[in-house]
């Protein structure tokens, strides 16, 4: 069995920083890529980054130049280095990964989401 923890969501004013941090454990024989999705109240869930396995990532264009995805392929760990936050970067974030179970199946699981919200 998969899991994806999230972790680091929580509050923070306008123009703050927050962390967050998604770990990959149980039956995981690699990751590929591994990316983070938002999810505000009333809308419909929306990519925020992706990165593969390589380092290559891809920007959602509301989050360029403020948001910073990075991974840690040893520890199967996606990192969100969210800056210059924003009112409307309040959402849920989930983690989401395409793994390689240890019988070589390959599948995209998701994180169970952690809390983001940014106000005064």
């Known amino acids: 069995q998969v899991r994806l923890v999230e972790s680091g969501g929580g509050l923070a004013q306008p123009g703050g920083s927050l962390r967050l941090s998604c770990a990959a454990s149980g039956s995981v024989r690699a990751t590929s890529t591994m990316g983070w999705y938002r999810q505000a109240p009333g809308k419909q869930r929306e990519l925020v980054a992706t990165i593969t396995r390589s380092g290559s990532t891809n920007y959602a264009d509301s989050v360029k130049g403020r948001f910073t995805i990075s991974r840690d392929n040893a520890e199967n760990t996606v990192y969100l280095q969210m800056n210059s936050l924003k009112p409307e970067d309040t959402a849920d974030y989930y983690c989401?990964?395409?793994?390689?179970?240890?019988?070589?199946?390959?599948?995209?699981?998701w994180g169970k989401g952690t809390l983001v919200t940014v106000s005064s």
């Open positions: 989401n990964a395409d793994i390689m179970t240890t019988n070589y199946t390959v599948m995209a699981y």
